[in-house]
């Protein structure tokens, strides 16, 4: 392939540190990095020093903290959408975003070509090419997992080590994380046997749950048509609010999961994942549904939830079918609007309260005394109608 100058998706990790000095070394290219923050918090730091001690000839660090929040956590959250009843979908989320300001950087600089240090048997070489071919059909990607003889993450630790890289892993603690605002996952290295359990000096968001505090917290959070606008009465913007409400959640232990998954290129991997603001914020958001979509619509939009995480799993995030899919899940949110109250303990989220100024919820209907919205005889026709199929068939067929 014949590039001269490429955009790198850079995080300062072992991957793409060793892919800038490799990529200038095959290709005799000018390498721009380019670092996403999505909330990466410190590690960012030394990014940019670092990438220009390693070859890069430029760097550009972009703060996309509320747009990653407001333009692709919020909507996904809207739809509820989870992979495989339990992942809530962060690195998976973060990805169209990063490709996006990619390509745009790609087009200020005059640069021909893209490139990812995904690896060659998972999820986000799909995920990042998909869109990278969607924004700009014609620009040139360089996958180096695909291409070179590095062949492991020991590989690429002795490559580094031979060519003066810092790295931030090592052979004792090998793991791979990727962090964001919305979560932190942990995959490979020790944690490839799913009968090892992770090491608690692990984890980043979160305290363990028995360490957790021994009172509850409570808090409120407020939604408009969908979407968490305040915590406790106060109004934040997306990045803040769901920021607040990580630091909430990881103090009392709540939002880590470990799954063996399904990967779309078919093999199964084993996942450590921390979402503490994300998983009050999904528990928070069905309790306000409840009290304010119609029946039959929840149980029309609950039924899309599955292809609709897997299309945003899967990289199909710039998609015509999930642009489908989001327009159907935001016409269910209009309504959804009110506030609800958790409370939080060891690693628990337990909704105590909700209510919504136009509420689908009627006590004087509900009520177990004395209220005139609904006449208890007429349940005697509804049943005995729903009841006539199962007399025919018994009739017919005989009792089972």
């Excluded at 955009?7 to 060793?18: E, P």
């Excluded at 964001?180 to 490979?188: D, P």
């Excluded at 028995?210 to 913007?237: C, F, H, L, Q, W």
């Excluded at 069905?286 to 897997?310: G, H, Q, W």
Aim: some cysteine; proline content about 4%.
């Amino acid at each position: 392939m014949n590039v001269k100058k490429i955009v790198l998706a850079y995080s300062g990790g072992l991957d793409t540190s060793v892919i800038i000095k490799w990529l200038r070394e095959k290709y005799d290219a000018e390498v721009v990095a380019f670092a996403a923050d999505v909330g990466q918090g410190q590690e960012l730091d030394p990014v940019r020093e670092k990438a220009i001690a390693t070859g890069a000839s430029e760097v550009y660090v972009e703060d996309l903290k509320e747009e990653f929040v407001r333009d692709f956590v919020f909507p996904m959250l809207r739809g509820n959408a989870f992979y495989e009843n339990d992942y809530l979908l962060g690195t998976a989320i973060a990805r169209p975003l990063i490709a996006k300001e990619q390509i745009r950087i790609a087009k200020n600089c005059g640069a021909d070509g893209v490139s990812h240090g995904a690896t060659g048997k998972g999820n986000d070489q799909v995920r990042f090419e998909l869109a990278y071919m969607d924004l700009n059909p014609d620009i040139k990607i360089i996958a180096p997992w695909r291409e070179w003889d590095l062949t492991s993450r020991t590989a690429l630790m002795d490559y580094a080590k031979e060519h003066g890289i810092p790295v931030p892993v090592s052979k004792d603690k090998p793991f791979s994380m990727d962090r964001n605002l919305f979560h932190v996952s942990y995959e490979g290295g020790v944690l490839e046997d799913p009968w090892t359990e992770p090491d608690e000096d692990m984890f980043m968001m979160t305290v363990a749950p028995e360490s957790a505090p021994d009172k509850a917290t409570t808090i409120e959070i407020e939604y408009e048509a969908g979407n968490p606008v305040a915590v406790n009465g106060e109004r934040m913007s997306p990045a803040t609010l769901l920021a607040k409400l990580n630091e909430c959640a990881g103090s009392n232990g709540i939002g880590r999961i470990d799954v063996v998954e399904n990967r779309f290129v078919g093999m199964k991997s084993r996942g450590v994942y921390e979402t503490p603001g994300g998983t009050i914020l999904h528990i928070a958001h069905r309790a306000v549904e409840s009290i304010t979509m119609d029946r039959e619509v929840m149980c029309l939009r609950d039924s899309l939830i599955p292809s609709y995480a897997k299309m945003i799993y899967n990289g199909f995030w710039y998609s015509p079918e999930r642009a489908l899919l989001q327009n159907t899940m935001d016409e269910t949110q209009k309504t959804v609007t009110g506030v609800v109250r958790l409370k939080l303990y060891k690693g628990n989220c337990r909704v105590v309260g909700r209510k919504a100024s136009k509420s689908l919820y009627d006590q004087n209907v509900v009520t177990f005394e004395e209220g005139d919205g609904y006449r208890q005889d007429d349940a005697d026709g509804f049943i005995r109608l729903n009841a006539l199929r199962l007399k025919m068939y018994s009739k017919t067929y005989g009792v089972k």
